[in-house]
């Protein structure tokens, strides 16, 4: 929508037309006028431009064609016309005007990465000689114009990641010279044209996640020249095309959609693929022999599927094959020998219902060199386990649960298999000798990164696991997963098990183990299952810890076992009385004395000094930050130039800049305060006051302040940061972050390990001594991020320290103190008027996470008065998460526009994102008091990574 004040420009803009014409008398000025005044136009439909990109438009003292983004011809009819607009990943907001139509030689527009909306102007059909139009990640709506269809000259249409509705119009079968068609991540509906066969130039071709009907055309077999065909995530219908005609395609993806029948033996010819996936369909029959000829194949992907029969053989000539899964469908018999000759496979799973079987050839000690996954659960394999698995260095997980195999398991697991990470052997029948005295148990402490060891179930046929728990296995701490039950385990749970701090579920339950229950599992804070039930435990159970929860604690069937908390329902411990615990408790009582009189003589002390100290303060800011002066900072800053300007806010501008601290020269954030905008002196102020206070490795780190004039005598504030070179969250979420020339994305992992920093940063501030920290601002922009992707809050020119007793009236009436955060993220009793508590920072943390893992702000349009994020989501869960979660977090490479993996429900990241979306509707309710505690959601969202970790990377 236009904004009130771009209509007062009109007048300025008739006026400047005047004077340009009369001062301009040739025809080629003034069409180069034309190009001026349809720029300023451009610019008066963007609301918001926060990198100040367009601060050179309109700037008489600079040439048009040195504006930013714009770039003019040099030669004949084109000299000093407008011949690229390009303005990439800036966050400009606003609408396009159609006003660009105006720019006759234009060639390339280019507008990505921003928060653009309203409709793409229809009026770009008359630039004839425009060959790329790139609007992707934006937030445009309506319809594709079909008008789009008259231009032949255009090259390259790129609107993906947009909310663009309605059908694909036909038109775009007229663009004869077209060669990149992206309109993936959209709300499309209808049928995908058939005219777009003709279009025989085209060679990228993407019309993912969206909701497209219909079958896959056949004309599209007639499009010899393309490379890329992207259509998973829709609801196609119908059996897949042979297009045998396509002999350049490198990457098909046609997965989750609800295509049937049979895999035509044609795609055998298109021997330049690279990449195949058909995963979640209802395809049927057996895999085509003809896939072998595929001899450059890396990724071939069919999972959830319905295929019979056997592996073909000819996969073993799949010999550049990385990726192989075939989970969840109906094959049968062994797996073809060729297939352990592949010597870059990195994946191979068929985990699910599948029937295969047989056993594993044996090790030459050459196989599989780059295997990092082997995935064969619930099957019917037998024989002892693969030795040659030890050979694949790489391995990180073996997971073989619920098969026939059998023997010993191999210590070189342990010994040569440094990076393993998941080993599961449930359910089998798997036997150790007694001479073995689980020794590969104890090869597992060169394990460092082993988090998951389920061996349990493991009694079939009379074979089972037995002979004590090795104190080495100490040494694996990494590991969280621990599962030996129903086997024949005896002797004591070792001490040594104390070293595994990260244990999260521990189940020993169905052995002959005996002894008291080890004191250091209470002190383990992750520990969330402990099951010893049926064995033969006794003494004292502790009852701080997990055994202060019954429900997490299994421990019947140990008759010997007494005390613990009341609900687990256990006979009180007998004590005898001896004169010996009397003494013991006189010393106690005597010792603790003294103690405490120590004590309190340091906190008379420190009362004292710190009293001291706070009549001396004669700064806000710590004695211990050197100050700078307004010439280091316009030195270190260029002059303070927009070439170094990384961003800005309520209260000023950030600059990138080198300064010199202890001889050494550090690059440095620079936040500059615009002491002309109300309040900013009282944001310093705050800023200083709270991070003098604050050391949090999720906190931003301030260096120095300069509190000085500048070369004209007005006053001069700035705080000097820490540089954080990966910017801030926004940028990730909403912009495409290019590196090497890639677009890059957050995944699962990474989003849940900035959602825990976050937390962390709050947990700190909220539990901060004496008084808690409220930040007052929590959202996307003001999480910045590190070299290792490690987030850290920063702007604290809100935040306020608690007083719950206080009755100072003297700031409230301010506007700065009036301020309690930003539109969407602000708790909504401030509204109300409310004071800032630490439950609005809770609200402001559940709407950030919602938006991390769905990708939609809360000022999302969508969203009207009665719609809002926190009902948006509510109202999916559980069963309609894959609805709403952001698409990115279910492809499956890094810059979340790859192949997507399988999204049924019961996939390890749904379960995941619906337990990070229900944290985020916990801390987000409207009521402050139905709010989950900041700690509990940290807890929470911990046990979330440690949990789904393993299973949703990659």
Request: hydrophobic fraction near 40%; glycine fraction near 8%; charge should be negative.
């Amino acid at each position: 929508m236009v904004g009130a004040g771009s209509f007062l420009l009109v007048p300025l803009f008739l006026s400047l037309v005047a004077s340009t014409n009369s001062a301009l008398s040739s025809g080629i000025a003034t069409n180069i006028a034309t190009d001026h005044l349809a720029l300023l136009f451009f610019k008066s439909l963007i609301r918001l431009d926060p990198s100040q990109a367009l601060v050179s438009w309109g700037n008489n003292s600079i040439p048009l064609c040195q504006w930013r983004g714009v770039t003019c011809g040099s030669r004949g009819s084109r000299r000093g016309r407008v011949t690229e607009l390009e303005l990439e990943n800036l966050s400009l907001a606003g609408a396009i005007s159609s006003s660009v139509a105006n720019l006759t030689f234009l060639r390339r527009l280019h507008l990505p990465g921003n928060n653009l909306q309203g409709k793409i102007p229809r009026e770009l059909a008359a630039l004839s000689n425009l060959e790329s139009i790139v609007l992707f990640q934006n937030m445009l709506e309506g319809e594709i114009p079909h008008e789009l269809g008259s231009m032949h000259n255009l090259k390259v249409l790129n609107v993906s990641y947009n909310k663009l509705t309605g059908s694909i119009p036909t038109s775009l079968g007229n663009l004869a010279n077209l060669e990149i068609l992206y309109i993936a991540h959209n709300d499309l509906t209808g049928e995908i044209p058939t005219e777009i066969g003709n279009l025989v130039k085209l060679s990228k071709f993407s019309l993912s996640t969206n909701q497209l009907r219909g079958s896959v055309p056949i004309s599209l077999g007639n499009l010899s020249s393309l490379t890329v065909l992207i259509l998973h995530t829709n609801n196609l219908t119908g059996s897949i095309p042979p297009l045998q005609n396509l002999s350049f395609l490198t990457v098909l993806a046609l997965g989750t959609n609800d295509l049937t029948g049979c895999i035509p033996s044609q795609l055998g010819n298109l021997t330049s693929l690279v990449i195949l996936d058909l995963r979640a369909n209802y395809l049927t029959g057996s895999i085509p022999e003809s896939l072998g000829n595929l001899n450059i194949l890396e990724s071939l992907s069919l999972p959830f599927n319905n295929f019979t029969g056997s592996i073909p053989n000819s996969i073993g000539n799949l010999l550049f094959l990385k990726t192989l899964d075939l989970d969840n469908n109906e094959l049968e018999g062994p797996l073809p020998p060729a297939l352990f000759n592949l010597s870059y496979l990195e994946l191979f799973t068929v985990q699910g219902n599948n029937y295969l079987n047989g056993s594993f050839p044996p090790d030459n000690g050459n196989r599989l060199p780059h295997l990092e996954k082997f995935l064969i659960d619930y099957n019917q394999f037998h024989g002892p386990i693969p030795t040659f698995l030890c050979n694949s260095s790489m391995l990180q997980m073996f997971e073989a649960a619920q098969n026939l195999l059998t023997g010993t398991i191999p210590s070189c697991l342990g010994t040569h298999l440094k990076r393993l990470s998941s080993l599961v052997l449930a359910k089998n029948q798997i036997q150790a000798t007694q001479d073995a005295d689980w020794g590969f148990l104890a090869s597992l402490a060169n394990c460092s990164d082993l988090q998951l060891l389920d061996l349990s179930y493991n009694r079939l046929e009379g074979n089972q696991i037995y002979g004590e728990i090795p104190g080495s296995l100490g040494a694996c701490q990494s590991l969280q997963y621990l599962n030996a039950s129903h086997n024949n385990l005896e002797g004591t749970i070792p001490l040594s098990l104390e070293q595994m701090k990260g244990l999260l579920v521990v189940d020993l339950s169905h052995n002959n183990l005996s002894g008291n229950i080890p004191e250091f599992f209470a002190k383990m804070r992750g520990l969330s299952i402990f099951n010893i039930s049926f064995n033969n435990f006794k003494g004292q159970v502790p009852e701080d810890g997990i055994f202060s929860n019954a429900s997490s604690t299994t421990i019947i069937a140990n008759d010997g076992l007494c005390g613990g908390v009341p609900q687990l329902k256990l006979p009180p411990c007998t004590t005898h009385t001896t004169k010996r615990p009397y003494f013991r408790l006189i010393v106690a009582v005597s010792v603790g004395s003294t103690c405490l009189f120590v004590i309190c003589l340091m906190l008379i002390f420190f009362h004292w000094n710190k009293k001291k100290k706070d009549n001396h303060q004669t700064s806000t800011i710590s004695e211990h930050h050197v100050r700078v002066s307004y010439a280091e900072l316009s030195s270190a800053t260029d002059s303070f130039s927009s070439g170094n300007l990384i961003g800005t806010g309520s209260f000023g501008s950030v600059f990138k800049g080198k300064i010199m601290i202890e001889e050494l020269q550090v690059t440095v954030a620079v936040k500059v305060l615009n002491l002309q905008q109300h309040g900013a002196s009282q944001s310093f102020a705050a800023e200083c006051e709270t991070l003098r206070c604050v050391r949090h490795r999720n906190l931003v780190k301030i260096l120095t302040v300069c509190s000085s004039v500048d070369l004209r005598g007005i006053d001069f504030k700035a705080l000097v940061f820490e540089f954080l070179p990966n910017g801030n969250l926004e940028r990730w979420l909403h912009q495409s972050v290019e590196e090497d020339g890639e677009y890059k994305v957050l995944d699962l992992v990474k989003r849940l390990d900035i959602s825990i920093d976050v937390a962390s940063a709050l947990e700190y501030l909220h539990q901060h001594k004496p008084l808690p920290i409220i930040h007052c601002d929590i959202k996307p922009s003001n999480i910045l991020l590190n070299d290792d992707m490690v987030a850290h809050v920063g702007d604290f020119g809100l935040a306020r320290f608690y007083h719950e007793d206080s009755n100072d009236t003297s700031e409230k009436s301010s506007a700065w103190a009036r301020m309690r955060g930003t539109i969407g993220y602000a708790a909504p009793e401030y509204g109300l008027g409310n004071e800032v508590s630490i439950l609005g920072d809770v609200y402001s943390y559940g709407i950030l996470l919602l938006e991390m893992f769905t990708g939609r702000r809360p000022t999302d349009s969508k969203f009207g008065d009665e719609l809002s994020l926190h009902k948006y989501v509510q109202m999916a869960l559980p069963e309609r998460v894959i609805n709403i979660a952001d698409q990115q977090l279910l492809s499956n490479d890094g810059d979340g526009q790859g192949i997507s993996n399988s999204v049924k429900v019961g996939d390890a990241r749904i379960v995941c994102i619906t337990s990070v979306l229900q944290i985020g509707i916990a801390c987000s309710n409207d009521n402050p008091t139905d709010r989950l505690q900041i700690r509990d959601a940290l807890k929470e969202l911990q046990a979330i990574r440690d949990k789904f970790g393993v299973s949703v990377q990659g």
